[in-house]
């Protein structure tokens, strides 16, 4: 089955330019080639897409699909809630992700261990609308860190079930045994929480979580099985710490100092800065009913995070699109690319951080977020020219996974 896309002009991630009157060749699932307009081939499908650029399909490297959106109220109220529930509810985000144009995305943890690995299975199954997925499994945290069950009092501390604290540990040697569980049971990559976070109460962003030898003990087994470390870090000491053990990624990296800016872009560490989120809590939280510890979290880190990414993209330090939705609806994701063009990208480079750049980080460069010949036929078209209008990229209208096409005419 030959299927021809012939769109108003196509975006080059690879060159880094538009490219006018060609068509892209789809066959079996795959890109067969780009080509003239007028070589399609005899009885090939032929979707026009006039007025529009073509672009391979987006990639979100920060999304947590499973799970009710975040209300700030903190994460005790977990334990009122099956894993069932969690796990529909991300069905639905899967396939508001998809419809948004994010066929690819990196998932970076569930508090019910390994919904996310079933989610993945009944997407490539074909069960289940939604993006490929790489997925982190359960969170690596300290007991009562920012990826535990916090805000319980301490006489009702074990009620809490064990899927939902499968990930907590304390010291190197759990720290191990933990990772090693974790990716024996389906994940694709390692999701260290080595600071508090805004949502999570009782917990500080700017406090280091876990010991540079826990950190180091993870990445040790991740690399041992050709996985690589996702380090949710906002304060610079743990993001110092993260970098040195060799995660491959600073999820965040809100309070960076000079130092920890040098350290990554020597090391060629990716900043995966979700800088929308923060201004979703700041207009909505209030309204929400957000905990009143969430918000003056969220208010302390919010411009010191924008500063510190600005900051790493006038260091050159490598930059991968991650929008944290769950914490805020996820057919909102695209909203994040005016933000990372406001705060210092230009509007190529932030469809790079969402394409090619994002594809480096997940070590799928040689299958997506470019339109090449072999790639996945993963495909969207935004009416305009996103390179001119970054905004474009809030409402796609087209968008084919896997030579499908989900969205669209
Ligand atoms: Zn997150």
């Not at 947590?64 to 109220?77: E, F, K, M, P, T």
């Not at 995966?272 to 939280?285: F, K, P, Q, R, T």
Request: glycine share 10%.
């Amino acid at each position: 089955m030959t299927t021809v896309l012939v769109p108003e002009r196509i975006l080059d991630t690879r060159h880094r330019q538009i490219v006018n009157g060609k068509a892209v060749v789809v066959e079996d699932g795959r890109i067969k080639g780009v080509a003239a307009r007028a070589d399609a081939p005899d009885g090939a499908a032929v979707i026009d897409l006039p007025d529009h650029t073509l672009l391979p399909g987006l990639i979100d490297c920060h999304t947590h699909l499973i799970g009710q959106i975040d209300n700030g109220q903190g994460y005790a109220q977990l334990v009122t809630r099956s894993a069932a529930q969690e796990v529909l509810e991300g069905v639905r985000h899967a396939a508001e992700m998809l419809d948004c144009g994010f066929t690819t995305v990196r998932d970076v943890g569930t508090f019910r261990a390994f919904a996310d690995v079933a989610l993945r299975e009944a997407i490539d199954t074909g069960w289940v609308k939604g993006p490929r997925m790489q997925c982190a499994g359960a969170y690596v945290t300290s007991p009562g860190g920012a990826g535990d069950i916090t805000g319980l009092a301490v006489d009702t501390d074990q009620i809490v079930p064990p899927d939902l604290r499968f990930g907590v540990v304390s010291g190197v040697d759990q720290t191990r045994a933990t990772v090693r569980q974790i990716l024996g049971r389906g994940a694709n990559l390692i999701k260290v929480i080595a600071t508090g976070a805004p949502q999570t109460l009782g917990t500080n962003p700017a406090s280091p979580e876990l010991t540079a030898d826990e950190i180091r003990a993870a990445v040790e087994i991740a690399t041992e099985h050709g996985v690589h470390v996702a380090a949710h870090a906002h304060g610079a000491d743990s993001v110092k710490r993260a970098v040195r053990a060799g995660a491959r990624s600073i999820e965040h990296g809100s309070l960076l100092d000079n130092e920890a800016i040098d350290l990554m872009s020597q090391a060629g560490t990716y900043l995966v800065a979700d800088l929308y989120n923060a201004e979703w809590i700041a207009s909505e939280g209030s309204k929400l009913g957000y905990a009143p510890e969430v918000l003056k979290k969220n208010e302390l880190v919010a411009d010191a995070q924008r500063e510190s990414f600005s900051r790493c993209v006038a260091a050159g330090v490598r930059i991968a699109f991650g929008s944290d939705c769950g914490m805020f609806p996820h057919r909102y994701a695209g909203r994040q690319f005016a933000h990372y063009v406001k705060n210092g990208l230009s509007p190529t480079q932030a469809i790079l951080s969402a394409t090619l750049w994002a594809a480096e980080l997940m070590g799928w460069e040689d299958r997506i977020g470019s339109i090449e010949p072999g790639f996945y036929a993963d495909l969207v078209a935004v009416h305009g020219d996103p390179t001119e209008d970054i905004a474009v990229l809030e409402s796609v209208d087209f968008v084919m996974k896997g030579g499908k096409v989900v969205k669209g005419r």
